[in-house]
């Protein structure tokens, strides 16, 4: 286990270039009817993004639930889903996001009836199926990121069936069947109260752990977890609220965050991970005194910082030593009295080079980013969507149908979904079958999806229609 070595004194100036440019505006969305929290009138929260079939989409949390808002055309943003949350009320304040598979974990950090959400998003543009909403495995948790490569879901703060946890770990080898891998809080030297939030990339855990300070983690043996580099609040400069941060796509620099007015981003140099240091400082276009950082992100050469009352702030660290804010873009004219409003969130991994920014008060900015992205990330497509390339022969009779309708197929039927037009689920009880009817006779005339679940695990789906008498 290796100790921070700072080269830098106290009192260096943070990097700061006053001809940062204001990013273009490409569109808005918010809907003014969605109420604000009780606490800190945050009607919006996290940011988050991915592609399905060939839009971009952009996710927003509110107080109600999800959000998805099609960015295709991002002049005009529009809301393709809205799914509400387990708890939808005025005491949410924070909900987060993440991708797997064509599927987003959606979770929240209040209210006794919040869940595990897991949305199936691969049938976008035409829908997106709540897949999974139970609270058997949690029910609050503030923070989650997803391993993509080792296929695990990390909880930051996890409120769990049985007690409260600082960080917990799930198996999602199966994207719609979770499974508990286990909870921890000894982190090396540091005995967590609760880890806020984490950034995981093939089993090494950077974990930000508010007050008790940040630990780096070898997870790969998930019974016998392993510290490589601990940071007490006492190691480093500035220290304050150990918020969060993110590694470079090259895993040799590390932009953190320490929540704390007037603390600067520290930008950590891990080229010789034996020793890791801080070479430099990021802070805002503006006042820096009261600034307040937010969840950084790093896409190829820039990091991408929400910052509260300061927007949007993008600086280029291709030089980790000598970095420079180089756009900035403004979605709050809240005045800063050492809150928290303004950008909450952003997500720069579209393959247009959009942004996405979430404002707490204004809801989703869509801005032009500085360049197209080198690393897009989170893309689905119908034939990348686990069990969807082996389809059968699917035969629905009659089309459009009143109060019955026949499903035949090659193969056998273990489950039927229908979905109405606007997203809403129902699970038909059958018994598994090449050929069966289905009552239609409860359900309202219109438009529907029937998504058939085939025995062996494949998938196929069909439009159909409910007529008038």
Not at 412 to 429: C, E, F, N, Q, W
Request: charged letters at 20%.
């Amino acid at each position: 286990m290796k100790k921070l070595i700072n080269i830098f004194l106290l009192m260096l100036p943070v990097i700061l270039d006053a001809q940062a440019t204001k990013l273009k505006l490409l569109g808005h969305w918010r809907d003014p009817a969605l109420k604000g929290s009780a606490q800190y009138d945050n009607t919006f929260n996290e940011a988050y993004g991915f592609v399905a079939n060939g839009h971009e989409y952009g996710i927003i949390g509110s107080t109600y639930g999800t959000h998805i808002i099609d960015v295709t055309d991002p002049e005009h943003p529009f809301e393709r889903m809205r799914i509400p949350g387990g708890t939808s009320s005025t005491e949410v304040i924070h909900r987060d996001f993440r991708y797997y598979k064509c599927h987003i974990y959606g979770v929240c950090d209040e209210g006794a009836g919040s869940t595990l959400q897991i949305i199936d998003v691969s049938r976008l543009p035409d829908t997106a199926i709540l897949v999974y909403n139970k609270n058997d495995l949690f029910t609050r948790v503030h923070n989650i990121f997803i391993d993509e490569p080792k296929a695990r879901l990390y909880t930051s703060a996890e409120k769990g069936v049985t007690g409260y946890y600082a960080l917990g770990l799930y198996d999602i080898r199966e994207p719609e069947n979770p499974r508990f891998v286990g909870h921890y809080s000894v982190f090396g030297n540091i005995t967590a109260n609760h880890v806020h939030d984490c950034f995981v990339r093939n089993d090494t855990a950077y974990l930000n752990c508010g007050y008790d300070g940040m630990a780096i983690m070898d997870f790969s043996d998930a019974n016998n977890p392993k510290p490589l580099f601990t940071l007490k609040p006492n190691e480093y400069n500035y220290s304050g609220y150990n918020h969060s941060g993110w590694l470079t796509p090259d895993g040799k620099t590390y932009v953190m965050a320490d929540e704390t007015h007037g603390s600067p981003l520290k930008v950590i140099d891990l080229t010789d991970f034996a020793h890791p240091k801080v070479v430099s400082y990021l802070s805002v276009y503006g006042d820096s005194s009261k600034a307040i950082p937010h969840n950084p992100l790093v896409s190829c050469q820039y990091a991408y910082v929400a910052y509260y009352y300061d927007g949007l702030q993008v600086y280029d660290i291709s030089n980790p030593k000598s970095p420079q804010l180089k756009y900035y873009y403004p979605t709050s004219t809240e005045v800063n009295n050492l809150n928290y409003k303004g950008a909450w969130g952003t997500y720069p991994f579209l393959p247009s080079g959009n942004i996405i920014v979430a404002d707490m008060q204004n809801g989703m900015f869509i801005v032009e980013g500085p360049e197209k992205v080198c690393n897009p990330a989170n893309i689905c497509s119908a034939t990348s969507a686990s069990n969807l390339n082996d389809r059968a022969s699917l035969q629905l009779t009659p089309n459009p149908a009143r109060d019955q309708v026949r499903i035949r197929s090659e193969k056998i039927i273990s489950k039927v979904i229908l979905i109405t037009a606007d997203g809403r689920i129902k699970y038909p009880a059958i018994q598994p079958a090449y050929d069966l009817s289905l009552d239609l006779s409860d359900l309202y005339p219109g438009f529907y999806v029937m998504d058939v679940h085939y025995a062996d695990g494949a998938r196929e789906q069909k439009k159909f229609i409910i007529a008038n008498e």
